[in-house]
C-alpha cells in the first residue's frame, strides 16, 4: 500500500512538471494578413492592444495592397486566439473580409520582445 501511495505522488508530480514543460515548449510563430476595410479605421492600434493583453510578440503594418500585414509569436493557444480575433473582430470600425495565415510553424525560442507596429510600405 504504501509502495502505490509513493508511486501515485511520484507519477503525480511527473506528470505536473511535465504539462508546465509541455506548455512552455508549445511556442507557435504565424504570419498573417488581413483584407477588408482595415485601414483608417485603428486596426493596428486595436491589433496590438489584443497582442498585449495575450501576451503576444511580432508586428503588424499597412501595406500599399490596403491590408493589413503582419507576424505573431506566442504560446499556441493564444496565438489561435488572436487568429480568430483577426478574422472575426478587429477594430471596431473595421470591416473583415478575410484573414490569410502562413507559415504557422512551432519555435522554440521568440525572435521578438513585444508586439510592434511597423510604418506602413
Known amino acids: 500500500m ?3 501511495l509513493v508511486l501515485t505522488a511520484i507519477t503525480a508530480a511527473f506528470r505536473s512538471n ?3 514543460v509541455a506548455t512552455v515548449m508549445a511556442t507557435t510563430a504565424v504570419d ?3 483584407f477588408g476595410r482595415v485601414q483608417g479605421v485603428f486596426f ?3 491589433t496590438k492592444e489584443q497582442a498585449d493583453k495575450l501576451g503576444l510578440r511580432g508586428w503588424c503594418k499597412n501595406t500599399s495592397q490596403g491590408t493589413v500585414l ?3 509569436q506566442g504560446p499556441s493557444d ?3 486566439t488572436m487568429m480568430h480575433w483577426l478574422k472575426t ?3 471596431p470600425s473595421s470591416q473583415i473580409e ?3 495565415f502562413r507559415n504557422q510553424t512551432p519555435i522554440e525560442k521568440y525572435t521578438f520582445q513585444e508586439f510592434d507596429i511597423r510604418r506602413d510600405d
Open 2 to 4: 504504501l509502495r502505490l
Open 18 to 20: 511535465f504539462s508546465t
Open 32 to 34: 498573417f494578413e488581413v
Open 44 to 46: 493596428r492600434k486595436y
Open 70 to 72: 503582419g507576424h505573431m
Open 78 to 80: 493564444k496565438v489561435e
Open 89 to 91: 473582430t478587429g477594430s
Open 98 to 100: 478575410k484573414a490569410e
